[in-house]
């Protein structure tokens, strides 16, 4: 495929939008992979990356990403990216919201495929977890 055609297929695409995070670790994984897929591949200075970050990460812009804007560019977006993991992408903190969903959510009953199959994923996650692969 030549690049005139790459590019109009491109063009074609629908556009790709960003939500912003809010916190909620069940989100956070799918967050992450859209923030580096849509901002990871735009050639832009580290300083404006953080920026970007702090507009998509809502729930830290007075926490860990913005304290990060003190550090140089490189080492702040790098720093503030492990804060964020260590608050919502930690293994623990997603399971208790997985598990704090369905303790406060509505009791199951034995046809509730979408319940059931959260039951599922969260036995799932932790056996992963017990025999040391990455879930």
């Not at 695409?13 to 591949?41: A, C, H, T």
């Not at 919502?88 to 399971?95: A, K, S, T």
């Amino acid at each position: 495929m030549n690049e005139l055609q790459h590019l109009v297929e491109v063009l074609h695409l629908p556009k790709m939008e960003l939500q912003v995070f809010d916190g909620n670790p069940l989100e956070y994984w799918r967050f992450l992979n859209s923030f580096d897929e849509i901002i990871g591949g735009i050639s832009m200075s580290s300083a404006k990356r953080n920026a970007v970050a702090v507009m998509y990460w809502t729930c830290c812009q007075s926490g860990a990403v913005s304290r990060c804007y003190v550090m140089k560019p490189d080492e702040g977006y790098k720093r503030a990216r492990e804060n964020q993991k260590e608050r919502f992408g930690n293994d623990l903190i997603v399971l208790q919201a997985w598990l704090s969903m369905i303790m406060q959510g509505p009791q199951i009953i034995p046809n509730d495929k979408i319940r059931l199959q959260i039951l599922a994923d969260i036995k799932n996650f932790l056996l992963l977890k017990a025999i040391g692969k990455k879930g």
